[in-house]
């Protein structure tokens, strides 16, 4: 007789108890793969001005700091969904069609 | 050596919440569970319990409450009956997941409709299968006795689960009964400070209450059934330690005069005392019958139950629950599958009785021993003392 | 304590918390997600050390995925219309260690989040009980993006006249649901709680001021946060910022905050701005003609004055 093939997570003995989490643990996915097109920012026409980080639904821009005053998004998480770009006062940043 | 004094078996539940320094108590009133929750406000309101006492909209939201509570790491309490325990349903099925530890008297009524505020077993029965302990209690001390065991049982590091103890409505809940008040040294000497398991701590933060796939929800069921099922042996551990204490050794499941009996009746909660009354009165008369008890009802104590029956010729399973569209009612079905995979051939009917407040007589269970006696086997339940 | 004195670090620009979100990425929202973008602004105004409960929905679903969670501080979910007694009993739980020396060693914020359906429909009963009970560290947070998106978008409550859903659909018959916005906050502030706002994330500061607040208070507080969803609003993602704006300006959403039952408008709308602006680019509201959109101009211009007239006749400054 042959047991059939499993498709599981954990083995019921391994499972945490009470079923729960990691704080901020979903950084193990990566959510950069459902994008189609990705912000790509123009230095010269940033003015540092932080709507891209304060706008960003997925936390992905990082301040890069009062030296190079710009943030940088975070392809591995960054879903593409162009509200950095739509809503850039200079509009420093263009959405652009990802290469497959 | 304390003296037993005279109180309401309701009160008496009360006061061993008290004595557990139950830190949150989120209730919702109803009949017949109010009266130990209404004890538990007057000693919250004159400083004799320092808990929080959440005066809740819904027996909903109260099960919701203490699901918080417990998981922020507060020794948890509340009571419910009935239309209330129908209400908490959803609640009830989610707490033994998150493994909180909270602590339920149910005082137990039937559920509608017709709407009916007297005893059966109809309400913990449709929460039977959600993976809490069930205890049911017989008289007044146990009542009490089993309130502070469960704080126990549902708090050990090893069980960490939800603890249901069950008396019957008004027939014992509204009782006066000669009690033992445990002094606190005593108390606090078997129930320790409640330290969780898992706890919203802002220092150590975890995420409870996690979305599950089918690529995980099978564990979780299975990891659920099995910390239930291991949860007997620290169950009767803390009956044995509360023996140490107490001086009152409670078993998962009582016996009496069934060494001999060739007659065994099977049944739960307070009716077992009227039940042992006409075991008396017909052994008198020269019949061999005797008493089977279940104080544990989850997880199902399948060895002790095959043990106490294993001499009986005959064997009639009490319900105070009729499982609607069924052959039998959920203890019946229990025993009746228990004894399936055994060697033991008892002739085993099902009968159901006291449903709705009906009177439970020594005479039902007279009645039901000559029936059982006479080795005939019903395959449907048998509504006992039924007008038809 | 009166909701007016409460003191707290006005969020500006430049103050902005920089750290970590305490909502991480990597969380399965849609693109473009109002909701989680309000979501990650109100928990970062919160700082680090709050529990956070939230009701099944959406934000639950898409950011507790076993064994994931995005959440950094303690977090629970239990069901779904039930976050605001879940709170209570947190909450409960916090204030009494924190007593008995058991834990908890300063006050905890805890904040219930739910969606429209979890708090105008099935969780109302449960929130209508917190705030009654004047809980003391109890946020609740409404993230309304009217409809019941994570089921697939049907009709709720919250959803607006005429707003098509799968379950108000426009047909032959029917233009959509000709009910209006249930009104949450009011219902909030019949409460008489110390604070109710509404607040929207393209108004980042002010959504995380009224945050802020909310907390520095003792008493319940409830935020209602125009949230919105690209998915079930048939829009372009990149349009969920400025779909706010446009709900500010056309008076669809007026910003304003009830302190101690008093009155503030946060943005006033002297001269508001086209509404058909704010219908065009929403797929939901593409069969609208220009009769439907004056019958609900009348209507939002109207809700719009009784607000006006609410900061006149109850106003923040006056003496108490």
Known sequence: MTKPTIDALAKVGDLPLGFTAKPGSTMDFKTGDWRSVKPVLDKEKCIYCGFCYFYCPDGVYKDMGKDEKYYQADYDYCKGCGICAHECPKKAITMVLEEV | MAKPIGMEVSLAVAEAVKLANTDVVAAYPITPQTHIVEHLSELVADGELDAAYIPVESEHSAMSSCIGSSAAGARTFTATSSQGLALMNEMIYIAPILRVPIVLAIANRALSAPINIWNDHSDIMSVRDAGWICLFAENGQEALDLTLISFRIAEDPKVSLPVSMNIDGFTLSHFIEPILIPEQAEVDKFLPPFKPNLQLDIKNPISIGLLGGPECYTESRKAADDVLWNSKPQITKAFDEFNKVFGRQYHVVETYRHEDAETIILLMGSIAETAMTAVDEMREAGQKVGVVRLRLWRPFPEEEVLAAVSKAKNLAVIDRHAVLGCSSGPVGLEVKSLLLNSNLKPNTSNYILGLGGRDVTRDDFKYIFEKAGSGQVQTRCEFVGVYE | ?320
């Open chain 3, 1 to 320: 304590m009166r909701a007016v004195e409460a003191t707290y670090e006005k969020v500006t620009n430049k103050t902005f918390p920089k750290g970590p979100d305490m909502l991480a990425s990597g969380h399965r929202a849609c693109q473009g997600c109002g909701e989680v973008l309000a979501l990650r602004l109100l928990l970062k105004a919160l700082g680090t050390e709050f529990i956070a409960v939230s009701a099944t929905g959406c934000m639950e679903v898409c950011t507790g995925p076993f064994p994931q969670s995005a959440w950094r501080m303690p977090w629970i979910h239990v069901a779904f219309e039930n976050a605001a007694a879940v709170a209570s009993g947190v909450e409960a739980a916090t204030q009494v260690l924190r007593r008995k020396g058991r834990g908890y060693d300063q006050r905890i914020p805890v904040i219930a989040i739910a969606g429209d359906g979890g708090t105008a429909d099935i969780g109302l009963q449960a929130l209508s009980g917190a705030l009654e009970r004047y809980h003391e560290n109890f946020i609740y947070v409404c993230l309304d993006n009217e409809a019941y998106m994570n089921t697939g978008i049907q009709r709720s409550s919250e959803t607006p006249f005429m707003a098509s859903t799968t379950t108000s659909p426009v047909g032959s018959k029917s233009k959509g649901p000709y009910t209006w916005k249930k009104d949450m906050p009011a219902i909030a502030a019949a409460h008489h709680i110390p604070y109710v706002a509404t607040a929207t994330p393209a108004f980042h500061l002010d959504l995380m001021n009224k945050v802020r607040r909310a907390a520095a208070i003792e008493g319940p507080a409830y935020i209602h946060v125009y949230s919105p969803c690209p998915t079930g609003w048939r829009m372009k993602p990149e349009l969920a910022v400025e779909i706010c704006r446009l709900a500010v300006s056309t008076r669809i959403f007026p910003l304003y905050e009830v302190l101690d039952g008093r009155y503030q408008i946060s943005r006033k709308v002297d001269n508001p701005t086209s509404i058909a602006d704010y219908f065009k680019v929403q797929g939901r509201f593409r069969h609208l003609k220009e009769a439907d959109i004056a019958v609900i101009t009348e209507r939002v211009n109207a809700d719009y004055q009784r607000l006006v007239e609410l900061t006149e006749k109850f106003p923040v400054d006056a003496p108490q």
